[in-house]
């Protein structure tokens, strides 16, 4: 298998649990602690922790420490693994587009043939 499907696999993986698409809609808004995000989910922080390691394993979300305190960590989202998403997307909305343009084509030809009643 090819590495990038294996990152679209581990990417869909990580987005298939309804806490971890939470956190990505939070991190949309802005960067945040992972404190932030635990009470956001009424979440124990290591339960939070579990969630952004899948996150960073999988590349979409990245880690900054605080200038001026390294124990602090603030959570972002990394543009690149949602980019290849969407260009899979495409791929797929393509092929659909293009199979149901087809369909109806045929469609068309099949009501053309028919003999008026």
Known sequence: MAAAAVDLDRTLAALADPTRRGVVDLLRRRPQR?????????????????????????GLVAEDELEDDARVRVYRLRPEPFARLRDWLDEVETFWGGQLDAFKAHAERTRGNKAPR
């Open 34 to 58: 992972a404190g932030e995000l635990a009470a956001a989910f009424d979440m124990s922080p290591p339960a939070m922790s579990r969630h952004l390691r899948v996150l960073r394993k999988t």
